[in-house]
DNA sequence: CTACTATTATCACCTGGTACTAATAGTAGT
DNA sequence: ACTACTATTAGTACCAGGTGATAATAGTAG
Protein backbone atom coordinates (compact mmCIF):
# COMPACT_ATOMS: atom_id res chain seq x y z
CA UNK A 1 0.00 0.00 0.00
CA UNK A 2 0.85 3.69 -1.01
CA UNK A 3 -1.04 4.88 1.22
CA UNK A 4 -3.87 4.11 3.60
CA UNK A 5 -7.07 3.44 1.81
CA UNK A 6 -9.00 5.38 3.76
CA UNK A 7 -6.48 8.80 4.32
CA UNK A 8 -6.45 8.24 0.25
CA UNK A 9 -10.16 8.25 0.37
CA UNK A 10 -10.31 11.56 2.19
CA UNK A 11 -7.97 12.98 -0.06
CA UNK A 12 -10.16 11.50 -3.13
CA UNK A 13 -12.89 13.04 -1.72
CA UNK A 14 -11.17 17.10 -1.23
CA UNK A 15 -9.61 16.67 -4.30
CA UNK A 16 -12.92 16.07 -6.22
CA UNK A 17 -14.60 18.47 -4.18
CA UNK A 18 -12.52 21.28 -5.44
CA UNK A 19 -12.04 20.24 -9.09
CA UNK A 20 -14.80 18.25 -9.76
CA UNK A 21 -13.60 18.58 -13.46
CA UNK A 22 -10.83 15.49 -13.03
CA UNK A 23 -10.90 12.12 -14.82
CA UNK A 24 -10.89 9.15 -13.09
CA UNK A 25 -7.54 8.12 -15.08
CA UNK A 26 -5.95 11.44 -14.01
CA UNK A 27 -7.07 10.79 -10.15
CA UNK A 28 -5.46 7.19 -10.72
CA UNK A 29 -1.99 8.81 -11.50
CA UNK A 30 -2.40 11.43 -9.00
CA UNK A 31 -2.79 8.51 -6.06
CA UNK A 32 -0.25 5.91 -8.02
CA UNK A 33 -3.39 3.45 -8.02
CA UNK A 34 -5.29 1.42 -10.44
CA UNK A 35 -8.01 3.25 -12.22
CA UNK A 36 -10.40 0.41 -10.77
CA UNK A 37 -9.29 1.52 -7.35
CA UNK A 38 -10.72 4.98 -7.66
CA UNK A 39 -14.08 3.44 -9.14
CA UNK A 40 -14.49 1.33 -6.09
CA UNK A 41 -13.38 4.33 -3.67
CA UNK A 42 -15.93 6.95 -5.29
CA UNK A 43 -18.24 3.78 -5.06
CA UNK A 44 -18.01 3.76 -1.42
CA UNK A 45 -17.83 7.37 -1.30
CA UNK A 46 -20.74 7.40 -3.18
CA UNK A 47 -19.30 9.98 -5.91
CA UNK A 48 -20.65 10.35 -9.03
CA UNK A 49 -19.07 9.99 -12.18
CA UNK A 50 -17.34 12.53 -14.32
CA UNK A 51 -19.92 13.56 -16.45
CA UNK A 52 -22.40 13.52 -14.10
CA UNK A 53 -20.48 15.56 -11.40
CA UNK A 54 -20.23 18.18 -14.22
CA UNK A 55 -24.18 18.38 -15.20
CA UNK A 56 -24.32 18.97 -11.14
CA UNK A 57 -22.35 21.87 -11.51
CA UNK A 58 -24.03 22.99 -14.37
CA UNK A 59 -27.65 22.95 -13.02
CA UNK A 60 -26.90 24.06 -10.01
CA UNK A 61 -25.86 27.36 -11.79
CA UNK A 62 -29.08 27.81 -12.88
CA UNK A 63 -30.98 27.81 -9.77
CA UNK A 64 -27.52 29.84 -7.90
CA UNK A 65 -26.58 32.69 -9.55
CA UNK A 66 -30.20 33.93 -9.16
CA UNK A 67 -29.85 33.89 -5.88
CA UNK A 68 -28.96 37.30 -5.06
CA UNK A 69 -29.29 38.79 -7.96
CA UNK A 70 -32.82 37.72 -10.80
CA UNK A 71 -35.00 36.35 -7.77
CA UNK A 72 -37.52 38.75 -6.67
CA UNK A 73 -36.93 37.60 -2.96
CA UNK A 74 -33.64 37.07 -1.62
CA UNK A 75 -34.52 34.10 0.65
CA UNK A 76 -38.07 31.87 0.58
CA UNK A 77 -41.35 33.58 1.37
CA UNK A 78 -43.22 31.61 3.78
CA UNK A 79 -46.15 33.86 4.57
CA UNK A 80 -47.39 37.22 2.57
CA UNK A 81 -50.48 39.51 3.08
CA UNK A 82 -50.23 42.01 0.62
CA UNK A 83 -49.87 45.24 2.10
CA UNK A 84 -49.79 44.09 5.36
CA UNK A 85 -47.31 41.64 6.34
CA UNK A 86 -44.71 39.26 5.00
CA UNK A 87 -41.90 36.56 6.18
CA UNK A 88 -38.88 35.02 4.45
CA UNK A 89 -36.79 32.86 5.61
CA UNK A 90 -32.76 32.48 4.35
CA UNK A 91 -30.19 30.54 5.38
CA UNK A 92 -26.84 31.54 5.42
CA UNK A 93 -24.36 29.86 3.03
CA UNK A 94 -20.61 30.38 3.02
CA UNK A 95 -20.93 32.29 -0.17
CA UNK A 96 -22.87 34.99 1.63
CA UNK A 97 -20.75 35.28 4.55
CA UNK A 98 -16.91 36.69 4.93
CA UNK A 99 -14.52 33.71 4.28
CA UNK A 100 -12.48 34.67 7.47
CA UNK A 101 -14.91 34.40 10.06
CA UNK A 102 -18.06 33.55 8.71
CA UNK A 103 -20.27 35.97 9.71
CA UNK A 104 -22.86 37.30 6.96
CA UNK A 105 -22.39 40.42 4.92
CA UNK A 106 -24.45 43.22 5.85
CA UNK A 107 -25.75 43.46 2.44
CA UNK A 108 -27.49 40.24 2.41
CA UNK A 109 -29.13 40.57 5.50
CA UNK A 110 -30.26 43.94 4.16
CA UNK A 111 -30.91 42.69 0.43
CA UNK A 112 -33.22 39.98 2.03
CA UNK A 113 -34.88 42.59 4.06
CA UNK A 114 -35.81 45.45 1.09
CA UNK A 115 -36.71 42.39 -1.08
CA UNK A 116 -39.35 41.78 1.70
CA UNK A 117 -40.50 44.87 2.22
CA UNK A 118 -40.67 46.00 -1.97
CA UNK A 119 -42.95 42.14 -2.00
CA UNK A 120 -44.70 43.31 0.18
CA UNK A 121 -46.28 46.25 -1.65
CA UNK A 122 -49.00 45.02 -4.00
CA UNK A 123 -48.31 47.98 -7.04
CA UNK A 124 -47.12 47.47 -10.33
CA UNK A 125 -43.29 49.26 -8.93
CA UNK A 126 -42.34 49.58 -5.77
CA UNK A 127 -38.73 51.31 -5.13
CA UNK A 128 -37.08 51.62 -2.18
CA UNK A 129 -36.37 55.24 -1.12
CA UNK A 130 -35.19 55.15 1.88
CA UNK A 131 -33.95 53.06 4.98
CA UNK A 132 -32.55 52.85 8.78
CA UNK A 133 -30.95 49.27 9.28
CA UNK A 134 -29.46 47.87 12.44
CA UNK A 135 -27.48 44.86 12.96
CA UNK A 136 -27.83 44.09 16.38
CA UNK A 137 -26.28 40.58 16.61
CA UNK A 138 -23.55 39.15 14.22
CA UNK A 139 -24.73 35.87 12.11
CA UNK A 140 -22.97 33.06 11.19
CA UNK A 141 -22.68 30.55 8.62
CA UNK A 142 -25.69 27.54 9.15
CA UNK A 143 -27.74 29.93 10.81
CA UNK A 144 -31.37 30.48 9.53
CA UNK A 145 -32.38 34.09 9.27
CA UNK A 146 -36.57 35.16 9.71
CA UNK A 147 -37.52 38.31 8.10
CA UNK A 148 -40.50 39.63 9.49
CA UNK A 149 -42.19 42.83 8.03
CA UNK A 150 -45.28 44.52 8.49
CA UNK A 151 -46.13 48.24 6.78
CA UNK A 152 -46.56 50.47 9.18
CA UNK A 153 -47.95 53.39 7.22
CA UNK A 154 -49.30 53.94 4.07
CA UNK A 155 -48.51 57.32 3.56
CA UNK A 156 -51.13 60.14 1.23
CA UNK A 157 -47.97 61.05 -0.84
CA UNK A 158 -47.60 57.25 -2.32
CA UNK A 159 -45.13 55.96 0.26
CA UNK A 160 -45.41 53.52 2.82
CA UNK A 161 -42.78 52.83 5.59
CA UNK A 162 -42.19 49.15 6.57
CA UNK A 163 -40.60 47.96 9.17
CA UNK A 164 -38.57 44.84 9.18
CA UNK A 165 -37.04 42.58 11.73
CA UNK A 166 -35.24 39.28 11.08
CA UNK A 167 -34.47 36.92 13.82
CA UNK A 168 -32.63 33.72 14.50
CA UNK A 169 -34.58 31.43 16.75
CA UNK A 170 -35.57 34.18 19.44
CA UNK A 171 -32.69 36.42 18.79
CA UNK A 172 -33.31 39.69 17.03
CA UNK A 173 -30.11 40.00 14.35
CA UNK A 174 -31.31 43.24 12.12
CA UNK A 175 -34.10 45.79 12.45
CA UNK A 176 -35.03 48.22 9.51
CA UNK A 177 -37.45 50.67 8.51
CA UNK A 178 -37.27 50.91 5.28
CA UNK A 179 -39.57 53.52 3.10
CA UNK A 180 -40.78 52.73 -0.06
CA UNK A 181 -42.55 54.70 -3.01
CA UNK A 182 -45.80 52.38 -5.01
CA UNK A 183 -47.19 53.69 -8.48
CA UNK A 184 -49.84 54.47 -8.38
CA UNK A 185 -53.95 53.22 -7.18
CA UNK A 186 -54.56 51.80 -4.11
CA UNK A 187 -55.04 52.45 -0.34
CA UNK A 188 -57.01 49.07 1.29
CA UNK B 1 -39.30 18.16 -46.68
CA UNK B 2 -41.34 18.68 -42.76
CA UNK B 3 -39.73 22.14 -42.54
CA UNK B 4 -37.27 24.30 -44.79
CA UNK B 5 -33.63 24.02 -43.75
CA UNK B 6 -33.35 27.45 -42.45
CA UNK B 7 -36.25 27.56 -40.01
CA UNK B 8 -35.71 24.58 -38.55
CA UNK B 9 -32.08 25.75 -38.07
CA UNK B 10 -32.84 28.84 -36.47
CA UNK B 11 -35.35 26.87 -34.27
CA UNK B 12 -32.32 24.25 -33.45
CA UNK B 13 -30.59 27.41 -32.29
CA UNK B 14 -32.74 28.89 -29.98
CA UNK B 15 -34.12 25.59 -28.46
CA UNK B 16 -30.29 24.72 -27.55
CA UNK B 17 -29.67 28.26 -26.54
CA UNK B 18 -32.56 27.85 -23.62
CA UNK B 19 -31.87 23.98 -23.13
CA UNK B 20 -28.33 23.29 -23.31
CA UNK B 21 -29.19 20.16 -21.88
CA UNK B 22 -30.97 18.06 -24.75
CA UNK B 23 -29.49 15.51 -26.18
CA UNK B 24 -29.26 15.06 -30.63
CA UNK B 25 -31.62 12.20 -30.38
CA UNK B 26 -34.10 14.47 -28.77
CA UNK B 27 -33.81 16.79 -31.22
CA UNK B 28 -34.22 14.85 -34.09
CA UNK B 29 -37.68 13.55 -32.54
CA UNK B 30 -38.60 17.09 -32.25
CA UNK B 31 -38.28 18.13 -35.93
CA UNK B 32 -38.84 14.67 -37.02
CA UNK B 33 -35.26 14.67 -39.23
CA UNK B 34 -32.86 11.99 -38.32
CA UNK B 35 -30.51 12.27 -36.03
CA UNK B 36 -27.67 13.08 -38.60
CA UNK B 37 -29.63 15.49 -40.04
CA UNK B 38 -29.34 17.14 -36.22
CA UNK B 39 -25.53 16.73 -36.03
CA UNK B 40 -25.39 18.12 -39.48
CA UNK B 41 -27.09 21.20 -38.37
CA UNK B 42 -24.69 21.32 -35.42
CA UNK B 43 -21.70 21.42 -37.60
CA UNK B 44 -23.21 24.62 -39.68
CA UNK B 45 -23.88 26.09 -36.89
CA UNK B 46 -20.73 25.89 -35.03
CA UNK B 47 -22.81 24.55 -31.95
CA UNK B 48 -21.05 21.60 -29.67
CA UNK B 49 -21.98 18.43 -28.28
CA UNK B 50 -24.31 17.95 -25.40
CA UNK B 51 -21.02 17.45 -23.07
CA UNK B 52 -19.37 20.41 -24.20
CA UNK B 53 -22.22 22.58 -23.81
CA UNK B 54 -23.04 20.92 -20.14
CA UNK B 55 -19.13 22.03 -19.38
CA UNK B 56 -19.31 25.48 -20.76
CA UNK B 57 -22.37 26.09 -18.61
CA UNK B 58 -20.70 24.55 -15.31
CA UNK B 59 -17.34 26.07 -16.07
CA UNK B 60 -19.26 29.51 -16.32
CA UNK B 61 -21.12 29.55 -13.15
CA UNK B 62 -17.74 29.01 -11.57
CA UNK B 63 -16.47 32.74 -11.98
CA UNK B 64 -20.21 33.93 -12.18
CA UNK B 65 -21.64 32.78 -8.94
CA UNK B 66 -19.17 34.87 -7.54
CA UNK B 67 -20.30 37.89 -8.60
CA UNK B 68 -22.88 39.63 -5.86
CA UNK B 69 -22.02 36.77 -3.06
CA UNK B 70 -18.27 35.79 -2.32
CA UNK B 71 -16.51 38.72 -3.88
CA UNK B 72 -14.87 41.20 -1.19
CA UNK B 73 -16.36 44.37 -2.33
CA UNK B 74 -19.48 44.27 -5.38
CA UNK B 75 -18.18 46.72 -8.11
CA UNK B 76 -14.93 47.03 -9.16
CA UNK B 77 -12.50 48.90 -6.41
CA UNK B 78 -10.66 51.76 -8.37
CA UNK B 79 -9.06 53.72 -5.44
CA UNK B 80 -8.55 52.82 -1.75
CA UNK B 81 -6.99 55.15 1.22
CA UNK B 82 -7.52 52.92 4.01
CA UNK B 83 -9.26 54.46 6.83
CA UNK B 84 -9.44 57.35 4.72
CA UNK B 85 -11.44 57.09 1.03
CA UNK B 86 -12.54 54.93 -1.32
CA UNK B 87 -14.28 54.83 -4.91
CA UNK B 88 -15.72 51.63 -6.42
CA UNK B 89 -17.60 51.73 -9.69
CA UNK B 90 -20.53 49.39 -10.75
CA UNK B 91 -22.24 48.18 -14.25
CA UNK B 92 -26.21 47.52 -13.67
CA UNK B 93 -26.95 44.27 -15.53
CA UNK B 94 -29.82 42.98 -15.87
CA UNK B 95 -29.88 40.54 -13.17
CA UNK B 96 -29.49 43.57 -10.95
CA UNK B 97 -32.52 44.93 -11.87
CA UNK B 98 -36.48 44.29 -11.90
CA UNK B 99 -36.87 42.90 -14.89
CA UNK B 100 -40.20 44.78 -15.60
CA UNK B 101 -38.70 47.97 -15.53
CA UNK B 102 -35.35 47.50 -15.14
CA UNK B 103 -34.49 49.55 -12.35
CA UNK B 104 -31.75 48.58 -10.18
CA UNK B 105 -32.67 47.00 -7.06
CA UNK B 106 -32.26 48.84 -3.83
CA UNK B 107 -30.07 46.26 -2.16
CA UNK B 108 -27.72 46.47 -4.77
CA UNK B 109 -26.69 50.05 -4.48
CA UNK B 110 -26.46 48.89 -0.74
CA UNK B 111 -24.66 46.45 -1.48
CA UNK B 112 -22.00 48.18 -2.88
CA UNK B 113 -21.91 50.91 -0.77
CA UNK B 114 -21.83 48.90 2.40
CA UNK B 115 -18.55 46.06 0.94
CA UNK B 116 -17.42 49.16 -0.01
CA UNK B 117 -16.76 50.89 3.53
CA UNK B 118 -16.08 47.62 4.78
CA UNK B 119 -12.96 47.31 2.47
CA UNK B 120 -11.96 50.94 3.66
CA UNK B 121 -11.60 49.79 7.22
CA UNK B 122 -7.78 48.81 7.81
CA UNK B 123 -8.85 46.09 10.43
CA UNK B 124 -9.26 42.36 10.68
CA UNK B 125 -12.38 42.28 11.25
CA UNK B 126 -15.46 45.31 10.36
CA UNK B 127 -19.33 44.59 10.66
CA UNK B 128 -22.00 46.88 9.59
CA UNK B 129 -24.15 47.82 12.84
CA UNK B 130 -26.42 50.70 11.34
CA UNK B 131 -26.82 52.23 7.80
CA UNK B 132 -28.99 54.77 7.18
CA UNK B 133 -29.84 55.08 3.37
CA UNK B 134 -31.89 57.04 0.77
CA UNK B 135 -31.96 56.40 -2.72
CA UNK B 136 -32.56 59.58 -4.61
CA UNK B 137 -33.23 58.57 -8.23
CA UNK B 138 -33.64 55.29 -10.15
CA UNK B 139 -30.88 53.56 -11.37
CA UNK B 140 -31.60 51.72 -15.06
CA UNK B 141 -29.90 48.63 -16.78
CA UNK B 142 -26.48 49.81 -18.53
CA UNK B 143 -25.83 52.78 -16.23
CA UNK B 144 -22.65 52.55 -14.38
CA UNK B 145 -22.98 53.69 -10.79
CA UNK B 146 -19.71 54.96 -9.19
CA UNK B 147 -19.40 55.17 -5.17
CA UNK B 148 -17.78 57.47 -3.23
CA UNK B 149 -16.62 56.54 0.69
CA UNK B 150 -15.26 58.80 3.01
CA UNK B 151 -14.50 58.24 6.95
CA UNK B 152 -16.49 60.97 8.50
CA UNK B 153 -15.04 59.97 11.92
CA UNK B 154 -13.25 57.18 13.76
CA UNK B 155 -14.94 56.84 17.58
CA UNK B 156 -12.83 55.83 20.58
CA UNK B 157 -15.89 52.99 20.91
CA UNK B 158 -14.06 50.99 17.91
CA UNK B 159 -16.64 52.19 15.69
CA UNK B 160 -16.32 54.36 12.96
CA UNK B 161 -18.47 56.49 10.41
CA UNK B 162 -18.23 56.54 6.51
CA UNK B 163 -20.50 58.39 4.53
CA UNK B 164 -21.02 56.89 0.68
CA UNK B 165 -22.45 58.85 -1.98
CA UNK B 166 -23.24 57.08 -5.85
CA UNK B 167 -23.54 58.91 -8.76
CA UNK B 168 -24.34 57.82 -11.87
CA UNK B 169 -22.80 60.55 -14.34
CA UNK B 170 -22.87 63.55 -12.10
CA UNK B 171 -26.36 62.82 -10.42
CA UNK B 172 -26.60 61.36 -6.78
CA UNK B 173 -28.24 58.31 -7.03
CA UNK B 174 -27.64 56.83 -3.27
CA UNK B 175 -26.59 58.62 -0.20
CA UNK B 176 -25.60 56.35 3.22
CA UNK B 177 -24.07 56.36 6.20
CA UNK B 178 -22.42 53.45 7.65
CA UNK B 179 -21.57 52.94 11.30
CA UNK B 180 -18.97 49.76 11.16
CA UNK B 181 -17.36 48.26 14.15
CA UNK B 182 -13.71 47.32 13.93
CA UNK B 183 -12.28 44.37 15.64
CA UNK B 184 -9.23 45.71 17.47
CA UNK B 185 -6.54 48.32 17.41
CA UNK B 186 -5.26 51.61 15.38
CA UNK B 187 -6.11 55.11 15.34
CA UNK B 188 -4.50 56.34 12.16
C1' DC C 1 -1.77 -22.03 6.56
C1' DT C 2 -5.82 -19.71 6.34
C1' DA C 3 -8.93 -15.80 6.30
C1' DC C 4 -9.66 -11.53 4.96
C1' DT C 5 -9.01 -7.04 2.88
C1' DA C 6 -7.22 -4.29 -0.73
C1' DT C 7 -5.97 -3.97 -5.20
C1' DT C 8 -5.73 -4.98 -9.97
C1' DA C 9 -7.16 -7.02 -14.39
C1' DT C 10 -10.55 -8.30 -17.88
C1' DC C 11 -14.56 -8.25 -20.43
C1' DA C 12 -19.03 -6.86 -22.09
C1' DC C 13 -21.80 -3.02 -22.38
C1' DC C 14 -23.61 1.97 -22.22
C1' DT C 15 -24.31 7.05 -23.83
C1' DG C 16 -23.56 10.55 -26.76
C1' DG C 17 -21.11 11.68 -29.49
C1' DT C 18 -17.05 12.36 -34.10
C1' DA C 19 -15.55 11.34 -38.78
C1' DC C 20 -16.25 9.41 -42.98
C1' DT C 21 -18.54 7.17 -46.91
C1' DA C 22 -22.39 6.10 -49.48
C1' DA C 23 -27.07 5.85 -50.82
C1' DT C 24 -31.51 8.10 -51.67
C1' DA C 25 -35.08 11.84 -52.40
C1' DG C 26 -36.51 16.04 -54.32
C1' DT C 27 -36.15 19.94 -57.05
C1' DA C 28 -34.49 23.12 -60.74
C1' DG C 29 -32.20 24.01 -65.23
C1' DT C 30 -31.57 23.01 -69.87
C1' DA D 1 -35.83 13.13 -69.97
C1' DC D 2 -31.31 13.77 -68.27
C1' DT D 3 -28.27 16.17 -65.33
C1' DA D 4 -26.75 18.84 -61.41
C1' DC D 5 -27.27 19.99 -57.00
C1' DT D 6 -28.95 20.13 -52.30
C1' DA D 7 -30.93 17.91 -48.40
C1' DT D 8 -31.50 13.98 -45.92
C1' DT D 9 -30.67 9.46 -44.25
C1' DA D 10 -28.04 5.23 -43.27
C1' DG D 11 -24.25 2.68 -41.80
C1' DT D 12 -19.64 1.79 -40.16
C1' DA D 13 -15.61 2.44 -37.26
C1' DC D 14 -14.04 4.80 -33.47
C1' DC D 15 -13.74 7.70 -29.07
C1' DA D 16 -14.10 9.14 -23.87
C1' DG D 17 -15.51 8.02 -19.65
C1' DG D 18 -17.68 5.59 -17.62
C1' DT D 19 -21.01 0.93 -15.18
C1' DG D 20 -21.30 -3.85 -13.58
C1' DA D 21 -19.71 -8.29 -12.88
C1' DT D 22 -16.19 -11.76 -12.28
C1' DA D 23 -11.82 -13.34 -11.21
C1' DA D 24 -7.08 -13.23 -10.03
C1' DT D 25 -3.35 -11.51 -7.09
C1' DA D 26 -0.88 -9.19 -3.06
C1' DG D 27 -0.30 -8.34 1.70
C1' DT D 28 -1.17 -8.76 6.29
C1' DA D 29 -3.01 -10.70 10.79
C1' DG D 30 -4.33 -14.49 13.55
Known amino acids: MRVPKKERQVE ?19 FNVSIQTIRLDRMELKIPELRERIKHVATERLDDVRTLTESEVIGDMI ?44 DELALTTRANVQFTRSVHVGERVVAKAFVSSHRQDGRSD ?26 S
Open 162 to 187: INVESYVGDECVFIGEFTVYRSSKEE
Open 79 to 122: DLKLDTSAISILEILPEHAFSRNAIARGHILFAQANSLAIALID
Open 12 to 30: LQHTIEQNPFITDEALAVR
